[in-house]
């Protein structure tokens, strides 16, 4: 079976696809596109026109969750929770997650209001996920699972954000969130799962949008 992830440098959609192929040890081809500016072979295979999209031999998958499943099942070593409840708990908290990357994309490109409206949807939000995690390391226990590699775009994203401003997203005050995200944060398989100076791309993506956001970078 051939494996080709299309994806894009900043896409944490597509990150998330990367960490759980290199965590489960599975072979694939990286390539990248943009998707703002696709090239034709692209949109002809891509229902959505959005990455990650995962071609398998002559089919095409899409949708980071489901890809992220397709992975689980195509593994070895399983990184999801046995149970149907608590797979269906964890499902439930990956597409939760999703909507944080929507108020994140908000933070980064709004003006003013936007930013704290943006900021208090995903601090609600951040503080559900604080009520339900337990003491553990990662979200299921001890071993690093899909959640914990949903989660990580968001985490290393919001740590940036922090570095480039004076913490004006800081999380110290969740505890239990705090830990989990130094925890994902300090793994290898994370760190190399973005191209290197990403964290300086990332910042220059903030300086261009000219939201609000890029009012509080410091150098
Ligand atoms: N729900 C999708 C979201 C993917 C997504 O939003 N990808 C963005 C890049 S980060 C994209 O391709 N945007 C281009 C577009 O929407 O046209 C998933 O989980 O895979």
Redesign the pocket.
Known sequence: MKLELIS?K?????Q?AVISLEVQKIDFKMTYIN??D?PDWFKEISP?????LLKVDDQVI??????TEFIEEISTHSFHPKEAIQRANNRSWIVYS?EM?GDMFGIITGDEEKFHTSKKALFKKLTKIEAIKNQEKFFNGDEFNMIDAAFAPIFMRLAWMNEFTNNALSITEFKHLSAWSDAILALDVVKNSVVDGLDDVYYSNIEAREGYLSTLLID
Do not use: D, K
């Open positions: 894009f900043l896409c944490p959609f597509v998330r998707p703002m696709p959505t026109g959005q990455v990650p899409f949708e980071s969750l489901v890809i999703g990357l």
